[in-house]
C-alpha cells in the first residue's frame, strides 16, 4: 500500500508540472517527433523512418532558433546485382524556423553535418567503402500551434561521390512528413 501510494504521490506531482508547464510562455522548448519517408533519388536505399529531438528558441514571437540530432534509418534496396546495406544518419544541425502567425503555417530548415553510421560498407557484395557523412539539410514546410507540428520534409546528406559504384550513384535522401511535439522549458 505504501508503494501505491508513492507511485500516486509522484503522478500527482507530474502531472502538476505539466500542468503549469503547459500555461508558461513558449519561448524555450524541446520538439520531439518523427518522421517517414520514401528515397530520393534510390539507387541504394528505399525509405526512411526516423525520430527527432531539437531545442528551439524564439528570438522574436516568428522567429526560431536552435540545435537539432535524433536518427533517421534509411532501408537497403537491391540495385544493378548489388545487395545494398541500410544505413543510419545522426544529424547535428542548427534549427531555423519562421512563423508568420501564432498558429498556422511555417516554413524552416535544419542545417549541420550528418554522420552516416552502420556497415561500413555501401554493399555486400562489393569492397566499396561508405562515407562517414556530409553536409546534411532539412528544409520543411508544415503547419504548428502551441502543442504540435506536422510538416513535410526532404532530408538530405551530401557525400559528393563517395561510395558511388559503376552503375549506382550512392545517395542518402527522401522526401516524407513527419509530426513533432512542443515540450515548453520555462520562461
Known amino acids: ?7 500516486l504521490l509522484g ?28 528515397a530520393v533519388p534510390s539507387d541504394n536505399v528505399s ?21 537539432a540530432t535524433g536518427y533517421t534509418h534509411y532501408f537497403e534496396k537491391d540495385n544493378n546485382g548489388y545487395d545494398n546495406n541500410s544505413v543510419g544518419v545522426v544529424p ?8 508568420p502567425k501564432k498558429t498556422g503555417f511555417y516554413i524552416g530548415t535544419d542545417l549541420g553535418y550528418g554522420f552516416l553510421v552502420g556497415d561500413n560498407k ?20 508544415g503547419y504548428h500551434n502551441r502543442d504540435w507540428n506536422f510538416f513535410l520534409q526532404y532530408q538530405k546528406v551530401f557525400t559528393g561521390s563517395t561510395g558511388d559504384m559503376v552503375n549506382q550513384d550512392y545517395n542518402v535522401g527522401s522526401i516524407g512528413a513527419g509530426f513533432s511535439y512542443n515540450i515548453p522549458l520555462g520562461k
Open 11 to 38: 503522478a500527482g506531482i507530474l502531472a502538476a508540472g505539466l500542468v503549469s508547464a503547459q500555461s508558461t510562455q513558449m519561448t524555450n522548448m524541446l520538439k520531439v517527433g518523427a518522421t517517414v519517408g520514401v
Open 122 to 141: 555501401v554493399a555486400a557484395n562489393a569492397n566499396v567503402e561508405r562515407p562517414d557523412g556530409g553536409f546534411y539539410i532539412k528544409p520543411e514546410v
Open 92 to 99: 547535428v544541425a542548427a534549427v531555423l524556423r519562421f512563423y
Open 47 to 67: 525509405a526512411a523512418i526516423g525520430v527527432d529531438v531539437a531545442y528551439q528558441y524564439l528570438v522574436t514571437p516568428g522567429f526560431g532558433l536552435g540545435v
Open 1 to 7: 500500500m505504501k508503494m501505491f501510494k508513492q507511485v
